[in-house]
């Protein structure tokens, strides 16, 4: 299918580089940490119908472990042919990629295979590799399918990358985006600093995948300096766990800010509203607890709105936090307007029909 983005249809180019809602897919499974179809398929088209312009599926969201339980092609499969048969319009389709360089070029094959525009190249597998080393791996995955970079957060699996890698990285012709996800603002000027250097700025689409920051990420025009020149860039979009939870809210807000930055004015009331995401995100994620409850955390928000029926994981460890409970309930209360319950709870039904 699209070995390279000029392959893209001209609507999906256009819907990545403007700027879009991308939730990185969640992985719904029943009581025997079985895939469940029906939710999962439900789940899809909550996304869809929130508004949202894309899905990540298979990416850390969906669990890296659906690979070693053999539900990597069946999870992607689902919701392509979910999202072909519901959306009546143009998504844009993103597949993680995960492992050493056979594993990802594998992943890349199944991905173009379903119909899936690019991969999100997770190199949490090469750490100890040399920069020269990981560029080659990216540019033999690039040869079989667009590729969206990914600046994971050291935190959960991700490994430093400076601003020389992400030059040379921005330079491979068949990199569409980068998700920017360190967690770290001197290492998110890094990937800026490597898009301008490289010259990669209109063609190369910068999202936003800190989920600690991600209305400033959204608002803040990026100034960096090739040679005697300034050049600015943005963030246009976001691929984020985040907005695999509240994803209606999510569409408002991006969309809220797109018009805020076309008109010049970034006003007080949409940057205040920052912190309120952030601390909301602190207790889906489980920043208590150095994130380890940040899948479940997000399945936990689903169940309580009613679209999941557990928070189930392939790992039978992996659940809340301790506390991670408390500090959910504490920011569903708080943030109301921020929530998506009323919109699930009127919609469920249709979805899981």
């Not at 991308?22 to 119908?49: N, S």
């Not at 594993?103 to 991969?119: K, P, V």
């Not at 100890?128 to 935190?155: K, N, S, W």
């Amino acid at each position: 299918m699209f070995r390279s983005w000029t392959d893209w249809p001209a609507e999906v180019l256009a819907l990545l580089r403007k700027g879009t809602v991308i939730p990185a897919h969640l992985l719904a499974l029943d009581r025997d940490r079985k895939l469940d179809v029906r939710r999962q398929r439900a789940l899809t088209r909550y996304y869809i119908d929130a508004g949202a312009g894309g899905i990540a599926v298979g990416v850390h969201s969906t669990q890296f472990a659906i690979r070693e339980a053999g539900l990597y092609e069946p999870v992607l499969r689902l919701a392509a042919d979910t999202a072909a048969d519901w959306a009546g319009r143009p998504l844009v389709l993103v597949a993680g990629l995960a492992g050493k360089t056979g594993q990802a070029r594998r992943e890349a094959e199944i991905a173009r295979g379903l119909g899936y525009h690019a991969g999100l190249l997770s190199l949490a597998a090469m750490k100890g590799a040399t920069e020269d080393e990981l560029i080659a791996h990216c540019r033999a995955v690039a040869e079989t399918m667009p590729l969206v970079g990914f600046y994971l957060q050291p935190a959960v699996g991700g490994i430093a990358l400076a601003a020389p890698f992400w030059r040379r990285f921005a330079a491979i012709e068949n990199v569409a985006a980068i998700k920017i996800a360190p967690f770290n603002r001197y290492r998110t000027l890094d990937v800026v600093r490597g898009v301008v250097e490289a010259r990669a700025e209109d063609r190369v689409a910068l999202y936003t995948g800190n989920d600690d920051h991600i209305v400033l990420d959204l608002v803040t025009p990026f100034a960096a300096r090739r040679g005697g020149e300034t050049v600015t860039v943005r963030i246009r979009g976001g691929l984020l766990g985040h907005w695999s939870v509240w994803t209606r809210g999510a569409v408002a807000l991006l969309e809220r800010v797109h018009a805020a930055v076309a008109a010049g004015r970034v006003d007080a009331e949409l940057l205040s509203l920052d912190s309120m995401i952030t601390d909301a995100n602190s207790a889906f994620f489980d920043v208590a607890n150095d994130f380890r409850g940040c899948i479940a955390g997000c399945h936990e928000v689903l169940r309580r709105e009613g679209l999941f029926e557990g928070i189930w994981c392939l790992d039978p460890a992996e659940g809340l936090g301790p506390g991670q409970a408390e500090e959910i309930s504490r920011v569903m209360a708080a943030y109301p307007e921020l929530g998506d319950g009323d919109f699930v709870r009127e919609n469920r039904e249709r979805w899981l029909a």
